[in-house]
């Protein structure tokens, strides 16, 4: 079975500054999805970023980006420019897209991000 | 376009009572799921759906039944609520490799 770890229960970044949060898995499969998934206050679910197995290429969505590192089984978010806005639980996660777990979302326990102004 | 809903926002039950969280996509989307999420945790797939018809327990499904009879909705059901079944429930579905979640559902069972 896959499993996600974040090690950073909580983080905290200056508002305008950068901030990464860590994010390993453990799996014997070579295709699979990865993302991050932010959870603000409200509780809603929202998809930030995510990364094909099969791309090198580190996918960027405006001031996020990621560090996919296959080998190292390593996916890492990276936050430029820090808004208040960005303050939340954000959760890393993994996804089969193969075999009998095609489909379903591996979590990690989350990283709560604190931006001070 | 609502995309993934769920009713009621809210529930309080007592030990043994039943109950059915709604959850509902307009987006057509073949797969479904329901997960639960424990304070300060990730999510956990109770169950998820393929399609109308085919259903299939995740990791946490002990507790909880689910039905899938159309393409649109997939309720949860909880038969005897116990304290261990308070948490927030997501329902979500996905086309291809990403998944939509709704709004959840706060659990409380006193």
């Known amino acids: 079975a896959q499993t996600v770890t974040q090690s950073q229960p909580e983080m905290s970044v200056q508002e305008a500054e950068t901030v990464t949060l860590s994010c390993t898995y453990d799996?014997?499969?070579?295709?699979?999805?990865l993302f991050w998934y932010k959870q603000p206050p409200s509780r809603q679910m929202i998809l930030v970023i995510r990364?094909?197995?099969?791309?090198?290429q580190n996918a960027t969505e405006n001031r996020f980006s990621v560090n996919f590192q296959k080998a190292a089984k390593s996916f890492s978010l990276k936050i430029s420019d820090s808004q208040l806005g960005d303050a939340a639980m954000y959760f890393c996660a993994y996804r089969s897209a193969r075999g009998t777990s095609y489909g379903k979302l591996t979590f990690g326990q989350g990283t709560i991000l604190t931006v001070h102004p | 376009n609502a995309g993934v809903t769920q009713t009621p926002k809210f529930r309080i039950l007592k030990i043994g009572q039943s109950m059915t969280l709604q959850c509902a996509q307009d987006?057509?989307?073949?797969?479904m799921y329901w997960y639960r999420q424990d304070p300060g945790m990730g999510l956990k797939l109770i169950y998820y759906?393929?399609?109308?018809?085919?259903?299939d327990k995740g990791e946490v499904p002990n507790g909880y039944n689910v039905s899938r009879s159309t393409t649109e909705y997939f309720p949860l059901r909880l038969e005897l609520a116990a304290p261990s079944q308070t948490s927030v429930y997501f329902c979500?579905?996905?086309?291809?490799?990403?998944?939509?979640f709704g709004p959840g559902t706060r659990l409380l069972v006193l």
């Open positions: 759906s393929v399609g109308a018809g085919i259903t």
């Open positions: 990364q094909e197995a099969y791309k090198q």
């Open positions: 799996t014997s499969e070579s295709d699979y999805y």
């Open positions: 979500a579905s996905s086309f291809e490799e990403t998944q939509y």
């Open positions: 987006m057509n989307h073949n797969y």
